[in-house]
């Protein structure tokens, strides 16, 4: 039964290849939830910051402290965030130079930007380029989608300091 044999495990290597790409469209996309959750807390804290301080400028509020914590809560969620886009990477089969942080392909040797050399992961499949093909737009949209966020916050705070100054 050399052929049955044969096609049970070409179907189970397609079942499993399958799974694979599926498993890492699902990953993006809890990956894509996690990033902008984490830019909306972000934009959150920012608006909370932004009143804080105006109730110190405006009304003398002794709220050092309050203003210390949402600034450390920011600066936790910013990692929480870098750490999700590190992932986001990974699974696009990117990688940032460490000296100019322009994205490279994963298994580049050298920065194509600045020249530095890059360390290169051990191994990767056809299968793997293939899968990172497929979700890689899917993950192009993550990144303008945090960028927005990004872009809110700033004006979040522009917005809070215009009204502290009282412009
Ligand atoms: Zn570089």
Partial sequence: ?????????NAKS????IGKKAGKAFDLSKLRFSAADLSGE???KYK???K????AKREGA???LEIENVMNEIEQLQDDLDAVNEEILLIRNKKVCPVCKKENPV???FCNACGTPLSVPEEKTEEAEEAVEEVKEAAEEVCEKVEDAAQDA????KDAADEILGE
Avoid: P, R
């Fill in 107 to 109: 298994d580049a040797l």
């Fill in 52 to 55: 804080l301080v105006f109730l």
């Fill in 48 to 50: 909370a910051l932004g």
């Fill in 1 to 9: 039964m050399k052929i049955l044999d044969d096609v049970v495990v």
């Fill in 154 to 157: 700033v004006e979040a705070v």
């Fill in 62 to 64: 002794q709220n050092d």
């Fill in 42 to 44: 972000i934009n959150k």
């Fill in 14 to 17: 397609v079942a499993s290849e």
